[in-house]
């Protein structure tokens, strides 16, 4: 391995995910981008079909053309779509959606193939391995998110840009760096707020 890893447990780990916009563009070492992409493909999925495909993009041309369909998707319609864009949450988006995408040295587009599996099936198979990608990333000290808001990107432009044949359909984007900076805990409903007990409504 490129450096020794002393990763935190699962649950300092898992309890203290953020989605991190704010990442450095110094490259990230090709063992751990596949012990990152290996944690992906260790996920479940229907039938163990493992329907995905991961397209790892690291060139800068491309990352650019990514963050370009990203914000014309974000001007386009999503800017306007977001209710309160006073909350300091809102400038960090905009500016990552603005261009600060395209800093992040690994984007990692998880795509699903319909050879294997049926898109309406796709869900379920393919986001357990993001969110395993995800964890793997913080488990290494690097800082990830997923969005959307890529596959936005008018004209199917993510597809064309990756150069992806029709049955092969990208479903998140994972921008994955070292971070710029350190964000403090996550702000997260009790589980009180979000669960029942039984049946819907009655309080756990
Ligand atoms: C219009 C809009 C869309 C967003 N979409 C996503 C998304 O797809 N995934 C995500 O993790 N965060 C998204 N965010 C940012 C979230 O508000 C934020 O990442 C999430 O609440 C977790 O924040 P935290 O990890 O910093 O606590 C979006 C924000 C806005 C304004």
Redesign the pocket.
């Known amino acids: 391995m490129s450096d020794t890893i002393t990763s935190p447990g699962y649950f300092e780990l898992v309890n203290s995910?953020?989605?991190?916009?704010d990442l450095r563009s110094d490259p990230i070492p090709e063992d751990w981008i596949e012990k990152i992409l290996e944690a992906g493909t260790h996920a479940p999925s229907a039938m163990n079909s493992q329907p995905w495909h991961f397209v790892v993009v690291q060139d800068e041309s491309v990352r650019r053309a990514i963050s370009e369909g990203a914000r014309d998707a974000w001007v386009g319609f999503?800017?306007d779509?977001?209710k309160d864009q006073t909350t300091p949450?809102?400038k960090a988006?905009d500016q990552w959606a603005m261009g600060g995408l395209a800093e992040a040295p690994v984007i990692i587009v998880l795509c699903g193939d319909t050879q294997v599996l049926p898109l309406e099936q796709m869900g379920s198979s393919i986001f357990p391995a993001a969110q395993n990608i995800l964890l793997a990333a913080n488990a290494l000290g690097l800082a990830s998110?997923?969005?959307?808001?890529p596959l936005f990107a008018p004209d199917g432009a993510l597809a064309k840009t990756l150069g992806l044949p029709e049955h092969v359909v990208p479903l998140a984007t994972l921008p994955i760096g070292y971070p710029a900076r350190k964000?403090g805990k996550?702000?997260?409903r009790p589980i009180k707020d979000v669960t029942s007990r039984d049946r819907f409504a009655t309080p756990w």
Not at 145 to 149: F, G, Y
């Open positions: 995910q953020r989605a991190q916009r999503a800017r779509m977001t949450g809102f988006v998110l997923m969005s959307n808001l964000l996550p702000r997260r």
